[in-house]
């Protein structure tokens, strides 16, 4: 596939004379540098020029870059990699419920639920809108929470409360009336973003896939994104060595937060952002949305070169779209947004328009039609799409697929905070067998495929952000063990697919940039590319499994510029 070299906003291209020592700005010796390049995975030192790497390589060979102006600095043995890339993760998601109410994440009964929400709603009398979560799906039952349920507990104010998969929501009936929701509400996509409703048709409360955004939009619910909020986030993941993030759907008003940032200097990493597409409707006005996203809030360090689409739902609340039925279901296996010609004639606009794919693929069946869509645009084009197309999540892939992701040029996309099993709910409606056998990432990287990993953190609280750590999904992709069960964790099946700490580290720095079209500047610690690199506390390939997630960061520096922590 063509790269087009993608020109990295606000850097200035410094001279590159490889092979002729030219005096650096920084010199990092006495290091144990992990590259993450192939033709050299460990180095000692390295000088940086003009916010480039200028040599990478050993004590001796960096002499030939210092001179009386170079700033040299000894890190005595400290363990460095490059800037690390989240590739699928929502920072205007976070920033928008930094004030919402916070509900033990695994309450024991739903009276504990209910008592922190009281307390809450206590403590806020003030709020017009109870708004927040996450309650877990596998407290209920098939027929999911009900509205009563929450007005035995608070009635006569309007709450509004996502799950743990953050794609379904719980209202009580004061919510249900003040947003001017009843049985005669439509279903955006039926089967799919649909209000549940009781044999008489009435709304139990139990909202899926978004279903509600208009009326939630209407009311004015969600959307508030502080720049001020936002960048609490975006700070936190660059402390961490997050050098670039790619935002896998936001709001207007969390763009406009971040070219706020942007135009202000204060955005700490470089954002890509994306247009995110719900229901059909919005296919055929896509681009010119994306063009505008561009060209309204695009700028220095804020990017626009991605459409993702919501292309299926979730196991937990039967909306992904699988090859077998639903557990206790005759032949209902959910379905995707649109099916694969709808798709493969878009893959074709975007290969027009040089835009790139993100797809929200969860189900077998959803991987599947994608999949057929990606063959059937090549088909058409007698060649690859020249974009890139990135399949997220990827929950369940039939063991028929693994070969098409390398045929059709697939970049893959995980957040293995998941993978110890956090998420509990699909084994009720997948069944065990299928739930042990989900997030199998092990046969793409046997196939050479492109994998990349990311956080995919919606919301708030300082449980939830340490969840956003790349050291956290390192950890837990690496052992398959949830670190909040603690003595409790148990590995998460299948047990082959604790992944090695270099798979980890490739998919969250070098692969995190390919899918972002950035490898040809970022990723790596080479010779030319811009100089990203975070110098961590410890080794994270001598520290026990259980100590990986508590990694920190003692310098971060982005184009050679210390940004974070200090050089020894
Ligand atoms: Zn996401």
Redesign the pocket.
């Known amino acids: 596939m063509k790269e087009p070299l993608k020109k990295i906003p606000g850097i200035v291209l410094g001279c590159l004379l490889i092979g002729t020592a030219t005096s650096a700005d920084m010199v990092l010796t006495n290091a144990q540098i992990y590259t993450v390049d192939d033709s050299q995975p460990w180095a000692e030192a390295v000088a940086i020029e003009n916010g480039r790497f200028e040599y990478v390589g050993n004590a001796d060979g960096v002499r030939a870059f210092v001179d009386s102006d170079t700033v040299e600095y000894d890190l005595q043995g400290m363990f460095v990699l490059p800037g690390l890339v989240d590739s ?3 920072p205007g998601l976070v920033a928008r419920s930094v004030d919402y109410v916070e509900l033990p994440w695994t309450p024991e009964t739903k009276k504990e639920m209910f008592d922190a929400l009281v307390a809450y709603a206590d403590e806020n009398p003030d709020k017009e809108f109870i708004v927040g979560g996450r309650w877990p799906t596998g407290l209920f039952g098939e027929e999911g929470p009900n509205r009563h349920e929450l007005d035995a507990v608070l009635p006569d104010r309007p709450v509004i409360l996502t799950d743990t998969s953050g794609h379904a929501q719980w209202l009580n009936t004061k919510a249900l009336e003040v947003l001017g929701i009843d049985r005669n509400t439509p279903d955006p996509i039926p089967g799919l973003s649909y209000l549940y409703r009781d044999a008489d048709g009435e709304p139990t409360g139990w909202i899926k896939e978004r279903a509600i955004s208009a009326q939630l939009a209407a009311a004015g619910i969600g959307d508030q994104v502080s720049a001020d909020s936002l960048a609490g986030f975006l700070e936190y993941l660059s402390a961490l060595g997050v050098t670039v993030v790619f935002d ?2 936001n709001s207007e008003e969390g763009y406009k937060a971040a070219a706020e940032l942007d135009r202000d200097n204060r955005m700490p990493l470089r954002y890509e952002g994306s247009y995110r597409i719900e229901v059909e409707d919005q296919f055929s006005g896509a681009v010119q949305e994306l063009k505008r996203l561009r060209k309204t809030y695009g700028g220095k360090r804020l990017r626009f070169n991605t459409i993702k689409i919501m292309f299926d739902g979730v196991s937990e609340i039967r909306t992904s779209a699988v090859l077998e039925p639903f557990l206790g279901e005759e032949d209902y296996r959910g379905r995707t947004v649109v099916d694969a010609p709808r798709l493969s004639n878009f893959i074709l606009e975007l290969h027009d328009e040089q835009i790139d794919l993100h797809l ?1 693929t969860v189900g077998d069946a959803a991987i599947r039609t994608a999949l057929d869509a990606v063959e059937i645009a090549r088909a058409e084009l007698g060649g690859q799409p020249d974009i890139r197309i990135t399949f ?1 999540h990827l929950e369940i892939i039939d063991e028929a697929d693994f070969d098409r992701f390398k045929k059709l040029n697939i970049f893959s996309n995980f957040s293995p905070q998941w993978h110890g099993g956090h998420i509990q709910g699909a084994q009720l409606t997948l069944g065990q067998a299928r739930y042990d056998r989900m997030f199998t990432v092990q046969p793409l990287l046997d196939r050479d495929v492109s994998v990349a990993f990311s956080s ?1 953190i ?1 919301n708030a609280g300082k449980w939830r952000t340490d969840r956003a750590s790349p050291y956290f999904g390192m950890q837990v992709g690496h052992t398959r063990l949830e670190p909040e069960f603690g003595v409790k964790a148990t590995i998460r099946p299948p047990e082959n697919e604790r992944l090695s700490v270099e798979d980890m580290i490739r998919g969250y720095t070098l692969n995190g940039a390919a899918q972002l079209g950035l490898d040809n500047e970022l990723g790596s610690i080479e010779v030319g590319k811009v100089a990203d690199l975070v110098v961590l506390d410890r080794n994270l390939f001598e520290v026990l499994p259980s100590q990986i997630k508590s990694t920190r960061p003692t310098a971060v520096l982005m184009e050679g510029k210390l940004i974070s922590g200090s050089l020894p």
């Open positions: 699928h993760t929502h896998a759907g929200h997220c995919d919606t």
